[in-house]
């Protein structure tokens, strides 16, 4: 059996924009780069401040 996944969106934005309470991420923070250039179906792992890998799929991607 399969754990639980929570789908979540994410907007990849400049630093300046960055607004977590409205899911803006900034392009420079750890999820944020490791998103740039990935495309639907892709993985992305990101290493948490406490040293933990946080794993993601890609679902869709689309530009704004």
Partial sequence: S?????VYKRQLVGS????SLEN????ESPLGKAMIGKKAGDD???ET?????VKYK?????RN
Avoid at 16 to 19: D, L, M, P
Avoid at 49 to 53: E, K, L, Q, R, V
Avoid at 58 to 62: C, F
């Fill in 16 to 19: 300046t924009e960055a607004k």
């Fill in 24 to 27: 803006k991420i900034s392009n």
């Fill in 44 to 46: 992305i792992e990101v």
């Fill in 58 to 62: 890609v679902l869709n991607v689309s």
């Fill in 49 to 53: 401040p406490s040293g933990g890998i």
């Fill in 2 to 6: 399969s754990a639980a996944s929570d």
